[in-house]
């Protein structure tokens, strides 16, 4: 009964918090990091990409609702694709869950460093970062029901600050300026922009991993999913069109001819209408912190979850799978992935380490939508609180999708799929070799309790 404790979470979430995560996770990718797939596709590459990453989104977010109300566990795919795929497949969508949870926060908190740095230029920004993480590693410890709090404020102020950017920048939006140059590297630069539109929506799955601390998750997870990824798309194409229709998508990727891309392309936009001097400029960057630190905390959030799931059950180092006495919260797990973040982010290679999360996103999305048709298959009779709509077309469309972007993506980043698969078969190995005496274990246990009821 003690070690049940000890890994057991406490239901604290309703359907408001659940939309504040969501939302909160992914937030940050309309403040930075979608801009610079521009530098690789223009605004018609990036704009096509971001077409199909949208309808890609929308397919898989209401399969995976479906799976999330019929199955509320803290893993995610991880528990969804062992039982729809079995225990081997199911190791794999969770190391790629980790993979993409693991390596998103490092991101982010490179680009809380560099809003940062523009208030304090005489502060590192990766010294920032590095107390970033501490911080809210420290906040996710403490307890969910505070995290959830905050990443709901920070969430709300976040969502604000866009459609106010939105609103500032909409009277200077011209069509010509999206028009400008609008596909530099042909139809193949649509192809390289796909990790960036990814971007402005990932992890958005990550509202899964906390159906295990949701109040009533079977109708609660429906509606904290469904409402976060419109929000999402809604403020997407807003972003996207108010940001390039201000000057060019040249004039958000380069602070100046010749620079290096930028991680702040609102501020960007913003100085072309109104100067780097001006009270709204100021308060964009101040706001524009609070989308960053949403997204950032709340995957940290999702992060821990995931990892403490894959302890639970062996496939990773079962220190991971212990929850905080005192907390109730995941703290080892947390504290492993603020380890591996810092030192993924003193790489300085943003771009590389967003690649690297979407790698790990692809590959979960791939194999979940796989999972989803396995279940509906094989488990027809399982109760389903929800069922997403225009089965089986809407589920192959978004699989379709899935594996024609994680085929792009390995084509036009070798280097770094190489670094993926290696991750990713390292950690696959570690299971096959270490999930074995978990799984003798297991038997023991339940051999046991039969000759005991036998006896009894």
């Known amino acids: 009964m003690s070690g049940e404790k000890s890994t057991q979470l406490e239901r604290k979430l309703g359907p408001w918090m659940l939309w504040g995560l969501g939302v909160g996770y992914v937030i940050s990718g309309e403040y930075f990091g979608w801009n610079l797939g521009l530098e690789q596709g223009g605004t018609l590459g990036l704009a096509i990409a971001t077409g199909f990453i949208i309808l890609m989104y929308l397919t898989f977010t209401f399969c995976y609702t479906e799976m999330a109300c019929a199955i509320p566990k803290a893993g995610g795919a991880f528990d969804y694709a062992s039982r729809g795929l079995g225990r081997k497949l199911g190791a794999l969508a969770g190391i790629a869950q980790v993979i ?147 000057s060019g998508w040249e004039a958000i990727v380069y602070p100046t001819p010749g620079a290096a891309p930028s991680d702040s392309p609102l501020p960007l936009a913003l100085s072309h209408i109104v100067g780097d001097s001006h009270l709204l400029y100021h308060m964009l960057i101040f706001v524009g912190l609070f989308g960053l630190i949403a997204s950032f905390h709340g995957i940290i959030l999702a992060a821990g979850r995931a990892v403490m799931e894959m302890g639970r059950v062996g496939y990773m180092a079962p220190i991971l799978g212990k929850v905080n006495k005192r907390f109730k919260t995941p703290a080892n797990a947390l504290i492993a992935n603020m380890v591996v973040g810092i030192i993924a982010l003193l790489s300085g290679k943003t771009g590389d380490i967003i690649t690297l999360s979407v790698f790990g996103a692809l ?91 036998e006896e009894k």
């Open 100 to 246: 993409e949870f693991v390596f998103a926060p490092p991101a982010i908190a490179a680009a809380i460093g560099a809003y940062f740095n523009l208030f304090f230029p005489n502060v590192p920004s990766t010294e920032i970062a590095i107390a970033a993480y501490v911080v809210f590693t420290a906040l996710n410890i403490y307890g969910v029901q505070a995290a959830a709090g905050f990443e709901l404020f920070v969430t709300v102020l976040a969502v604000g600050e866009l459609l106010l950017f939105c609103g500032v920048t909409a009277p200077s939006f011209h069509w010509q300026n999206l028009t400008a140059n609008a596909l530099p590297h042909g139809i193949s630069g649509a192809f390289a922009a796909i990790p960036f539109a990814i971007w402005f929506f990932l992890a958005i799955e990550g509202v899964a991993n906390v159906a295990e601390e949701t109040v009533n998750p079977q109708r609660n997870i429906l509606i904290g999913f469904g409402s976060a990824i419109l929000t999402l798309v809604v403020l997407a194409v807003l972003t996207f069109a108010c940001s390039v229709g201000v």
């Open 363 to 453: 590959t979960l999305y791939v194999i979940s939508l796989v999972t989803y048709f396995a279940l509906r298959r094989n488990e027809p009779d399982m109760p389903r609180p929800f069922k997403a709509p225009f089965y089986p077309v809407a589920p192959a469309v978004g699989l379709a999708i899935a594996v024609l972007a994680l085929v792009a993506v390995t084509i036009y980043n070798l280097s770094l799929a190489v670094i993926f698969f290696v991750i990713l078969s390292a950690s696959y190995l570690y299971f096959r070799v270490f999930s074995k005496e978990a799984e003798e274990e297991e038997d023991m246990v339940e051999g046991l309790e039969a000759v005991f009821v």
